[in-house]
């Protein structure tokens, strides 16, 4: 389930992000201490509050296990940034597809964007993959990371 993040969710957020193979391809360094990933929950919060950004928690149990959402929410050119994260003990459950195929029906049909986005670490396999699964296509590699996008016309062929 798609979930308001709140301050209270920096445990949970901390817990699965402590994984070095989680964090090993994102941009929030190693963590160890529940203080290394404030930054990163303060800067969703910051952004989801200024439209920026509309970034979730995935939450299952009572317990946020993942984020995802839209960032870089452009409005001159329409467009914005996806981005996921989910802890390992849920990879390869078919959690994330569902919970992207949510934010991209969002992105689309309640934004009226006109398409999205994904930069993501060119050695990060299992994003490249799971990306494309979710119907985007690759564009172009920039400094260590691979770009995929999705139009909304593509969307509206495809998925709704
Ligand atoms: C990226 C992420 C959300 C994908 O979620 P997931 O549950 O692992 O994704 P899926 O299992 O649905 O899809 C991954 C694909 O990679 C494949 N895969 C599995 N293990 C793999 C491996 N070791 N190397 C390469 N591909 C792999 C899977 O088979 C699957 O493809 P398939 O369904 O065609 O077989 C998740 O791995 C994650 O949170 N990673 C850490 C954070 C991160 O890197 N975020 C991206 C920042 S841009």
Known sequence: MLVDLKRNHLKDIFEYSKDPEFSRYIG????????????????????????RRKYFGIEI??????????LNI????????????????????????AHVDQIIKIGFEDMGLEFLTVGTGI???????FIKKSGFSY????????????QKVTYENCCT
């Open 28 to 51: 929030m360094g190693m963590p160890n201490r529940l203080k290394d990933v404030k930054p990163f929950l303060t800067l969703i919060l910051t952004e989801n509050k200024s439209g």
């Open 61 to 70: 149990e009572g317990k946020v296990i993942g984020t995802a959402g839209l």
């Open 74 to 97: 452009n409005t001159s050119s329409n467009s914005a940034e996806l981005g996921y994260g989910l802890s390992r003990k849920y990879w390869g459950t078919g959690i994330m597809k």
């Open 123 to 129: 050695l990060n396999v299992r994003s490249n993959n």
């Open 139 to 150: 564009t172009n590699s920039l400094n260590d990371k691979s770009w995929y996008k999705l």
